[in-house]
């Protein structure tokens, strides 16, 4: 699902119009990387927390060439499922017979 489907299906479950439904989830996701960036973790309660995670420096290594290089610390963003996420995922994989691939 893209972000145009997505935005249909708010539209379809919502009595709001495509254009309403588009600008709610442009608002979320808006509202959730700001807060992001910020620092601040984002908990949706039965879906997941989104969050900034540190990353330190480490040695790498060049695919190519096989030379060693530094890897710079970094910041990334991060989602940790909730357990009802979790969940229903887990029962979906159950009822089509595994993992898609």
């Known amino acids: 699902m893209n972000k145009s489907e997505l935005i ?4 379809g479950k919502t009595d709001l119009s495509k254009a309403a439904a588009g600008r709610a989830v442009e608002a ?4 959730i990387t700001d807060s992001v960036a910020k620092g ?3 908990a949706v309660l039965g ?6 995670r540190a990353r330190a420096a480490r040695n790498g290594k060049n695919p190519k060439t096989g030379e060693a290089i530094k890897i710079a610390a970094t910041t990334a ?6 357990k009802a ?3 229903k995922v887990a029962a979906g994989a159950k009822k089509k017979g595994g993992k898609k691939k």
């Open 8 to 11: 249909d299906a708010v539209a």
């Open 28 to 31: 979320m996701l808006e509202t």
């Open 40 to 42: 601040e973790s984002v």
């Open 47 to 52: 879906f997941g927390t989104f969050e900034a």
């Open 77 to 82: 963003p991060a989602f940790k499922a909730g």
């Open 85 to 87: 996420f979790k969940d």
